[in-house]
Nanobody, 121 residues
Framework: VQLQASGGGLVPAGGSLRLSCEGS????????MAWFRQAPEKEREFVAT????????YYADSANGRFTASRDNAKNTAYLQMNNPKPEDTAVYYC???????????????WGQGTQVTVSS
């Protein structure tokens, strides 16, 4: 099983960035996909999740209205579109796969390696 996250980088506040997460070694289309992030010296926190069907999404309050989770099952890839990012969104972003739409990290079985997102002010 592998989750390969990509797309991170340096982005100015108010800009946009799209993260990608390609999965392999498991049935991607049957899995719930989620995004988490971890800033230095902070715990990993939930950002967004998307269920097996693209219209089943749920967001943390901090992401709601600015970030959009989506998926392309034909490409085994999940996305996180980050619009109007803020400096406080700076973190390592992780994608994860599981069976249930949920916010705790423990709900997810497979994890990617993370991609750094830095938002400049």
């Amino acid at each position: 099983v592998q989750l390969q996250a990509s797309g991170g980088g340096l982005v100015p506040a108010g800009g946009s960035l799209r993260l990608s997460c390609e999965g392999s070694g498991f049935t991607f289309s049957s899995s719930v996909m989620a995004w988490f992030r971890q800033a230095p010296e902070k715990e990993r926190e939930f950002v967004a999740t998307i269920g097996r069907w693209p219209d089943t999404t749920y967001y943390a309050d901090s992401a709601n209205g600015r970030f959009t989770a989506s998926r392309d099952n034909a490409k085994n890839t999940a996305y996180l579109q980050m619009n109007n990012p803020k400096p406080e969104d700076t973190a390592v972003y992780y994608c994860a796969a599981g069976d249930t739409v949920a916010t705790p990290t423990q709900a997810y079985t497979y994890w990617g390696q993370g991609t750094q997102v830095t938002v400049s002010s």
